[in-house]
C-alpha cells in the first residue's frame, strides 16, 4: 500500500461519485408561480387546492403542505399549465 495513499488497488473505481442534483422545489414555490400566472385559488378539501385559469381547459391540484417537497408530476403539471396559460 506503500506510494498509494492508504487506498487498496481497484477500490477507488467502486466509489461512487456525488451526484449534481437539485432539490425539488416547494409546493408554496409552485403555488407562488402559479399565481404570478394569473391562476386563482378555488379552495379544495383538506390539503388539496384547485387552481384555475380562464385561459386553461383543466384546474390544477396542488396537493401537500406548503413546505413539502413537490412531486415531478406536479412540477410537470405546473409548467404545463402555466406553458398553456401564456399560449
Not at 32 to 54: C, I, K, M, T
Request: glycine share 12%.
Amino acid at each position: 500500500m506503500a506510494g498509494s495513499g492508504g487506498e487498496l488497488p481497484g477500490v477507488s473505481s467502486l466509489r461512487r461519485q456525488p451526484r449534481s442534483v437539485s432539490m425539488p422545489p416547494k409546493i408554496r414555490e409552485l403555488i407562488e408561480d402559479l399565481q404570478r400566472a394569473g391562476f386563482s385559488d378555488r379552495g379544495g378539501r383538506g390539503s388539496h387546492r384547485n387552481f384555475v385559469h380562464p385561459k386553461v381547459r383543466k384546474p390544477v391540484t396542488m396537493s401537500g403542505a406548503a413546505g413539502d417537497d413537490a412531486k415531478p408530476y406536479q412540477v410537470k403539471a405546473v409548467a404545463e399549465a402555466i406553458k398553456e396559460s401564456q399560449s
